[in-house]
């Protein structure tokens, strides 16, 4: 460790001179590196002395130091650090004799601040948490039980009902249910929030809680599927505490005011979120769900100076209607993933310079990119320094195959600097990949072997990234994002964000159809019409003629009300893709790009029959 420091100040002294005429980003990436390698090494004596402080441990020290500071606000409740901790401490009496150090338990809740005191409960009692993702369907939520080994489920007053139709088979697997209720109608079930008030709030002793390795799994984040079920991700102290610096490293500090509309269940809320908040010592504004017509106003009412987002959080929030007021807030930055460049511009002009902090880096993976310079459409800055910690690599992709490219001795190549290739992170002790629980062959699934000498393994991320030649990596499209069509590659997210910037188009959702009699797939767009806007079949023709190589261009549209959308606000495609374009099955009023016309045109059955029959050249 001190000889890498020592190596990497050498180097930053050597190279500061020459780089100080060439590179206009040295000192915000000297800065920056510091900042990260400062927090790297107090995370590398916890692994020397095996004295680990968890994310748990942290919120002890907090709430001792400052116990009358705001943590939680919620629905015009504001409950302290010192609250907080006298309430989990409550839940961890409640279950001190039913649980063992080391047991899975699981959590299905809304976002409310006893989801945050049942998690440290039981993290007090030295349990692992499954946080249960709350769209999940009964018969995955099974699987989940499955996965995880949980023997016990604590489930929020609001959800209790949507677990009836599995109640009989909890109870035949013996998992014992408790309802943050005082009163249960249904058997069998447990009632919780008595208990708690009922019990004392004495710490539970030290000992329960402690941890002498980084990677003891501390939680279970279940990564939500599109299709199959979902996968549990396994969480350690490592992860947790790594994610709990997001916010510092961006220069969040212990006055800032954090406003998190995201769910507890993923990563981004429960460790970026209430474990950065905890790290700072600041107070978290916590929403039960978003909601883009109130999202301002919360942020004048509670001076909010931090939020996070997913990408398409700021595009709802760009939907919105101009409001006057709407520049006129404390928000001074924003923490989150996903943000694609025309967002990101049209962001800044309606809500103001709020700088927008990337943070790349999946539930599960080993790798984490951070934008720190903010440059427009970028998830991650990179440099010399930077990969001598994280060692990442971008190889060639066959899409058409949907794999890496192999050479003749079966090994991957590198791509060239501004080329896009798949990202792959290798794993080893400074970077490790703690799989999915119960399923070794899902983990396996996710790890490439082989990459450049046999026997290395590499975590595959699954996302096309390219690096330019500043050093700014891009996202340019997950894996399966992309279609082929006329022997080039389309990827979705690209045409998406260029047919975004349509004046009448509100919501976009691009994808591939097959047509029968023609290789690949043909573009297809779904589209949301704005408020007071009419499609415009001619514009859009001039517009994709213009802005998109021909190959690119969505040949049928597709006109929707409403889109449909994973729990995680990211677009269905699935089902667009399954039902195709075929107007005697489709209610949706569809459109065609025909060239003869210069125009969309409505796709009727006779153009959809001379399509199939091979008459019209597509
Ligand atoms: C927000 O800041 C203003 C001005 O400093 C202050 O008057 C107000 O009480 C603050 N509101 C909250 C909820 O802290």
Avoid at 370 to 388: C, D, E, P, Q, T
Avoid at 422 to 438: T, V
Avoid at 518 to 525: K, S, T, V
Wanted: proline letters at 3%; charged letters at 20%.
């Amino acid at each position: 460790m001190l000889s890498w420091i020592a190596a990497l100040l050498t180097g930053i002294l050597a190279a500061r001179l020459a780089q100080r005429l060439c590179f206009p980003y040295f000192w915000k990436d000297a800065l920056f590196l510091m900042k990260v390698i400062r927090y790297g090494a107090r995370l590398e004596v916890y692994k020397k002395t095996s004295k680990v402080v968890t994310v748990v441990d942290r919120f002890i020290q907090q709430a001792e130091r400052i116990p009358e500071k705001p943590f939680v606000i919620y629905e015009g409740v504001t409950v302290t650090y010192g609250e907080l901790e006298a309430r989990s401490n409550r839940v961890a009496r409640v279950f001190q004799h039913a649980v063992k150090k080391g047991d899975t338990v699981a959590l299905l809740m809304s976002n409310e601040p006893d989801f945050i005191s049942v998690w440290f409960g039981f993290s007090k009692l030295g349990c692992a948490v499954a946080f249960l993702n709350t769209n999940i369907k009964s018969r995955s939520l099974l699987h989940c039980f499955n996965c995880c080994g949980a023997k016990l489920l604590v489930v929020g007053a609001d959800l209790l009902d949507t677990l009836e139709d599995i109640l009989p088979s909890l109870q035949e697997d013996s998992i014992s249910v408790w309802c943050m209720k005082r009163e249960s109608t249904h058997p069998g079930v447990h009632t919780l929030l008595d208990k708690i008030e009922e019990a004392s709030q004495e710490p539970i002793e030290a000992e329960r809680r402690s941890v002498s390795c980084l990677k003891t799994p501390t939680l279970y984040i279940f990564t939500s599927g599109t299709t199959g079920l979902p996968k549990a991700a396994v969480i350690t102290h490592l992860q947790s505490l790594k994610a709990a610096g997001g916010f510092w490293a961006y220069g969040g500090t212990e006055n800032d005011v954090i406003y998190t509309p995201l769910p507890l269940y993923h990563s981004a809320a429960s460790l970026v979120g209430i474990g950065g908040t905890i790290e700072l010592g600041a107070t978290c504004v916590l929403k039960k769900k978003f909601s883009a017509s109130q999202f301002w106003n919360d942020c004048r009412k509670h001076n909010i100076t931090i939020f996070q987002y997913i990408g398409e959080l700021c595009r709802y929030l760009c939907n919105q209607p101009v409001a006057e007021n709407e520049k006129d807030h404390r928000v001074r930055m924003a923490v989150g993933n996903g943000l694609r460049q025309d967002v990101w511009k049209e962001f800044h002009q309606r809500f103001g310079q709020i700088r927008m902090c990337e943070i790349y880096g999946s539930t599960e993976g080993n790798l984490c990119f951070m934008n720190h310079v903010g440059k427009i459409g970028a998830v991650g800055r990179s440099n010399f320094f930077y990969k001598l910690i994280f060692k990442y690599v971008l190889v060639k992709y066959d899409m058409l195959r949907d794999e890496p490219m192999r050479d003749e001795n079966g090994f991957c190549q590198h791509v060239q600097k501004g080329e896009t290739g798949l990202l792959l992170s290798k794993i080893c002790s400074s970077s490790p990949f703690f799989g999915y629980a119960g399923s070794k062959q899902l983990t396996e699934k996710k790890i490439l072997r082989d990459v450049f000498v046999k026997g290395d393994a590499y975590f595959n991320t699954g996302d096309l990234m390219a690096e330019d030649h500043d050093d700014f990596i891009c996202f340019k499209d997950r894996v399966g994002d992309t279609f082929r069509w006329k022997g080039e590659n389309v990827a979705t997210t690209e045409v998406t964000e260029i047919l975004g910037m349509v004046d009448f188009i509100q919501e976009v959702n691009v994808y591939g159809v097959q047509v029968p009699g023609n290789e690949g797939r043909a573009g297809m767009a779904a589209v949301i019409v704005g408020d007071k806007c009419a499609f415009d079949g001619k514009k859009l023709f001039d517009y994709v003629q213009r802005e998109l190589p021909s190959y690119a261009r969505p040949l049928f549209i597709r006109l929707q009300e409403c889109m449909e959308m994973t729990s995680t606000f990211k677009q269905q495609k699935f089902g667009l893709v399954k039902s195709g374009f075929n107007p005697s099955i489709i209610t949706d009023p569809l459109f065609f790009l025909d060239y003869t016309q210069n125009c969309y045109v409505p796709l009727t059955s006779c153009i959809y029959d001379s399509i199939l029959n091979g008459q019209k050249k597509l």
